[in-house]
């Protein structure tokens, strides 16, 4: 793949920073490894040879392999940036979700890395290691889908490359949005091309919310390994927003297209200093009650009526994410988990486009969002979160965690005591996390456990602390043995 970012982005964006010196690090290869398959998209050439160590290594063998590497010299950032990238080519984005977690959980993984003590900072990215190559094998089993060369033929000038993009959205049209999406990763910068994908990544209810998922978290680890990658990673976010069934949306009538056809009329009806106005407690209140109760139309209008009779954004946002929570709490499992990773990657996009229209839509089409996880997952009725009671007295963070493992509703108590009283989140944070990369063995662990810990400085202070006691209902107790990527990581890397 030819690509050549210009002076723009690099200036924009930092994306040059770190890439020298890694050629040096990476041991000599013979003619038969560097044989390329023309038709397969290519990567840098500075990262090129070490995806390849992760495509071709046996499982069995990789983390030994990676842990090789890194005791010559190859950096943290070097292997997240291969990580994410031998997903890209390997994995296909449809469904947005399955065997795609391999990528999606690529940020997850870095944020509890970042978040881990110096001792266990390599255990969640030895584990997003080992979890790419049991993705890889499903994909062959599948078909051994392979992302190709862009077409160069098509790909248009820097002029052109927004609107193309934009009427290969509107009309579905795959190979349209594929040339457009690698114009726009050459020529545009890296703000204007995420409000462009926010916008669509939030337009439709497909892949219970993945498809808004891939968009924050593409574009959060972009920033971490450098927008010099983006090219090929925008290309399979394209690709995985495109995702349908049956007939073309652009001439249908879909369910899942329904909320933001309205929403695209609604928001403009909504005042022009929105962002501002005061928190109330009854506003989130009455949010709350919408979302439990109401249709996607009724949350929509509810989020609109508040906004206009002067309410901050931020009580509906109290509002969306304490209903999340709540949903797990009623009834733990996938549906339900989405509403709060879905709630989490739309929180994140409202926060970071600079688009004041496409920041109105990502906050009203996560309210119907919301409404429509309830009715899949049949979520009506259970504990009401804004409303049940601690236990007793102060549990320590022990005892906490050793409750999750058998009763979690009781667990949850205790965690809303512990924090009450303490009013310190950090501890329980801290232990929540550790017990992820000890003993987490799905991706939604990783993405879940990511997610709320960020989401709970997002939410007013006298609501935080029953949100966080929530996530117990996801998070992983002590009584659960370590898995045996913990032991194997840490032989590898001699520590």
Do not use: C
Not at 31 to 46: G, S
Not at 104 to 117: R, T
Request: proline content about 4%.
């Amino acid at each position: 793949m030819n690509y050549h970012p210009s002076r723009r982005h690099l200036l924009q964006t930092g994306a040059a920073a770190g890439a020298l010196g890694f050629l040096s690090k990476i041991p000599l290869l013979g003619a038969e490894d560097v044989k390329l398959d023309p038709n397969q998209v290519q990567f840098r050439p500075e990262i090129e040879p070490l995806i390849r160590l992760l495509e071709e290594t046996p499982r069995e063998r990789l983390l030994e392999e990676v842990a090789g590497r890194i005791k010559k010299g190859t950096t943290y950032r070097e292997i997240l940036s291969a990580l994410l990238l031998a997903g890209v080519r390997n994995i296909q984005p449809r469904p947005v979700g399955f065997k795609f977690h391999a990528v999606l959980v690529v940020n997850s993984a870095h944020l509890a890395s970042v978040n881990s003590p110096d001792s266990d900072r390599w255990l969640p990215i030895f584990w997003a290691l080992d979890y790419f190559k049991s993705s890889q094998a499903r994909d062959v089993q599948e078909g051994d889908w392979t992302m190709v060369s862009v077409k160069e033929s098509e790909v248009p000038s820097s002029g052109k490359a927004r609107e193309l993009f934009a009427e290969g959205m509107d009309r579905w049209d795959e190979a349209k949005v594929d040339a457009a999406t690698a114009g726009l990763a050459r020529a545009a910068g890296a703000q204007e091309v995420f409000d462009l994908f926010a916008k669509y990544g939030a337009r439709d209810f497909r892949d219970i919310g993945h498809k808004a998922i891939y968009v924050a978290n593409s574009w959060r680890t972009l920033q971490a390994i450098g927008w010099n990658h983006s090219e090929p990673v925008l290309r399979s976010l394209g690709y995985a927003l495109l995702q349908h069934s049956g007939s073309n949306p652009g001439e249908s009538s879909h369910e899942a297209d329904l909320p933001g056809r309205l929403n695209e009329k609604m928001l403009k009806t909504i005042r022009s200093d929105w962002q501002g106005g005061v928190v109330k407690k009854e506003a989130t209140s009455e949010m709350l009650s919408v979302l439990r109760e109401g249709t996607w139309e009724d949350a929509s209008r509810k989020v609109v009526e508040l906004l206009n009779n002067k309410i901050s954004p931020q009580s509906i946002w109290d509002g969306l994410f304490q209903h999340a929570s709540e949903m797990l709490m009623r009834r733990p499992g996938i549906v339900s988990l989405h509403a709060s990773t879905t709630t989490n990657a739309l929180h994140y996009a409202h926060q970071h486009t600079f688009n004041d229209e496409t920041r109105r839509f990502l906050l009203l089409q996560n309210a119907a969002f919301l409404t429509m996880f309830r009715d899949r997952g049949g979520i009506k009725e259970g504990v009401a979160i804004d409303q049940f009671e601690p236990v007793d007295g102060v549990p320590g963070i022990d005892e906490i965690f050793a409750e999750i493992s058998g009763n979690k509703e009781l667990a949850a108590k205790k965690a809303l005591a512990y924090l009450n009283a303490t009013k310190d989140p950090k501890p329980f944070m801290k232990e929540a996390q550790r017990l992820i990369y000890l003993k987490g063995t799905g991706s939604h662990d990783y993405k879940f456990s990511s997610a709320v810990l960020e989401d709970y400085e997002s939410i007013s202070p006298e609501m935080r602390n029953r949100f966080l006691a929530g996530s117990v209902f996801w998070l992983q107790g002590s009584g659960k043995k370590d898995t045996d990527l913990v032991a194997r990581t840490r032989n590898a890397l001699g520590s």
